[in-house]
Structures are given as C-alpha cells and as structure tokens.
C-alpha cells in the first residue's frame, strides 16, 4: 500500500553542487585552470543565485538552465512575468 502523505508532498527541484554545476554548464570543457572562478563571478554578476546549504553552494536545475539558454545576462530584479497561454 503506497503512502497516501507522499502525494501532498511537492516535487523538489534538483539540485546541483558546485562540480556538478560545473559540468552542466561545460565549464570544465572550456580548459580553464579553476572552472570554479567561474561559478564565482556568476554569481558576483548575479546571473547565478546559489543556496548555501551548510557551507556549501548549491544550484536550482532550472537556474542552471536559465544560463545555459541565455548566456551570461544578468536577470532582472522581481518576480518573473507570467506567461500568457
């Protein structure tokens, strides 16, 4: 019998650590010496925002995305627009 509480639970986002971020977005392909600078000033310029979970960095999979399909722009302060259908 399945757990009728795990439906009331939402789906979490993945999550990618810092390596993990690395290679999703090819940094480690490109033969820099430290991809993790990288990351770094992403996130200085505010194009990535990180969760600091412990003493670590952590990513949104959909963060991740937002950069990979438009580049290094750096997203607009506020809430994101709502699609119209």
Not at 48 to 54: A, D, E, S, V, Y
Request: no cysteine; charged share 35%; glycine share 8%.
């Amino acid at each position: 019998m399945k757990n009728p509480r795990a439906k009331l639970e939402p789906e979490r986002a993945p999550i990618y650590w810092m390596q993990e971020a690395i290679t999703y977005l090819g940094l480690d392909r490109l033969g820099l010496a430290q991809p993790e600078q990288a990351i770094y000033r992403m996130v200085r310029k505010g194009i990535l925002k990180p969760r600091k979970i412990g003493r670590f960095l952590a990513f949104s999979k959909t963060e991740l995305d937002h950069v990979v399909a438009n580049g290094e722009k750096k997203r607009k302060p506020g809430r994101p627009r709502k699609i119209e259908k």
